[in-house]
């Protein structure tokens, strides 16, 4: 069988500096009709941002930093947290071809290997009638930094491997992986997308530590449901959370 | 008309997708009109009804809350009823806020006339970002939540009037 061409990366844009890659897509998106899968990378990310109030920091040149732009036809928004996961395996798949079973997930789309962070997604989706007409996803990967000062939690490729990589090389090998597991959600192969993801979560079917309410308790994590909700194991019950109601304690 | 009709008919309204239904015979004319941000076309709602026809009836135009009731427009001092109002509603559990990142101006103001398909806010959810566009053009009557705020499934955050 023939392969289909690429969507992840069949358009590709590189500045040498931004504030942030996912507003700079963003921007050009509002006037500029580009194709899907188009990808944005800067080799400095000034302000580069992470979930709400976090910022992504990085050191110039050292790093991957990109953003790319989906356009997924007839997705439902309650099907949105499906995409998350087949692109955050896209970077798990690129990752254990290094690290093999020593890259987790924490959920909901952190990537750590032996428990420190080591890149970060952060998804901007633009909702019409209750469908997902657009999705700009910013990637960090920490490939070359040599140093995290004043992240105890943070870990790169050249930390764990003592080896600096071709960044534009290491590039197209994730591109392609995460577009090979975006290939399966085009394909509509949530439930096959859903059961890797659950079993490559830290913490899964493993005592792990939670803060509900400042509280903290230990269960286990049995997998997550197509909204993206965790299902633990505590005591003899089954209870579903979303992010908004506990935190997984780490590192 | 007698109660049992009306009673029929605003069941009718409620359960069916229409939002406004008016009726005028000998004299009696009756309107029903899905209130957008408070569901009044219940059995209770119809005590109102029982006032001696022939009068104009309108079960709906008073809202169980005063905040949506009356409001006034900033431009021209004219009150302005929810019956011409549209919500925009969350399509989600999550958080909302009103500007696409901490310290970025907001979306929409009050006062704005925006056109349909304009982000007016952020929904954050399982860590995802969602810019939601408004359903419909018209102009901003009221923000109905607070930034940074969460947010249920179908709970009203703008009354927009579309003829604004």
């Known amino acids: ?251 | 008309m007698d109660i049992k009709e009306i009673q029929e008919l605003i069941k009718f309204v409620a359960k069916s997708g229409v939002d406004e239904v008016t009726i005028e015979r000998d004299g009696f004319k009756l309107g029903i009109k899905k209130n957008p941000v408070n569901v009044v076309a219940s059995s209770q709602s119809l005590v109102p009804v029982t006032i001696p026809q022939p009068q104009e009836i309108k079960t709906t135009s008073e809202p169980k809350t005063a905040t949506t009731a009356v409001i006034s427009d900033s431009t021209s001092n004219k009150p302005v009823t929810s019956e011409n109002f549209k919500t925009v509603k969350s399509p989600m559990i999550g958080t909302f806020y009103r500007s696409a990142s901490p310290g970025a101006p907001p979306f929409i103001n009050v006062g704005d006339s925006i056109q349909k398909g304009k982000v007016v806010c952020v929904i954050e959810a399982m860590k995802l970002f969602n810019e939601i566009e408004s359903e419909f053009s018209g102009k901003i009557l009221k923000i109905l939540v607070e930034n940074a705020s969460p947010v249920e499934y179908d709970q009203p955050l703008f009354l927009i009037d579309p003829a604004g």
């Open chain 1, 1 to 251: 069988m023939k392969r289909q061409p690429a969507i992840i990366g069949s358009h590709f844009f590189e500045i040498d500096a931004c504030d942030s890659t996912n507003r700079t897509l963003q921007e050009w998106l509002k006037t500029h009709p580009l194709p899907e899968g188009t990808v944005l990378r800067t080799h400095q990310q000034n302000a580069g941002r992470g979930q709400g109030t976090n910022t992504w920091i990085s050191e110039p040149g050292q790093n991957l930093t990109f953003s790319c732009v989906l356009f997924p036809e007839n997705l439902n928004l309650s099907h949105a947290f499906i995409l998350n996961m087949a692109i955050t395996l896209g970077i798990y798949d690129y990752l254990t071809g290094f690290f093999h079973d020593h890259v987790k997930i924490k959920w909901p789309n952190d990537l750590l290997v032996n428990q420190k962070k080591i890149a970060g997604i952060l998804f901007e989706n633009t909702i019409r009638d209750q469908k997902v007409t657009q999705s700009v996803i910013g990637i960090g990967i920490n490939m070359n930094q040599e140093k995290f000062h004043d992240l105890p939690n943070a870990v790169s490729l050249f930390v764990l491997l003592k080896q600096k990589k071709v960044l534009a090389d290491e590039l197209v090998r994730l591109l392609k992986c995460l577009d090979e597991r975006y290939r399966l959600f085009r394909e509509g192969k949530f439930e096959e997308i859903r059961v890797e993801f659950s079993r490559s979560l830290l913490g899964y079917h493993e005592p792990c530590n939670f803060f509900k309410e400042d509280v903290g308790f230990t269960a286990s994590i049995m997998g997550v449901n197509t909204e993206g909700k965790l299902a633990l194991h505590e005591g003899d019950t089954l209870n579903y959370y979303s992010h908004q109601e506990i935190k997984q304690s780490w590192g």
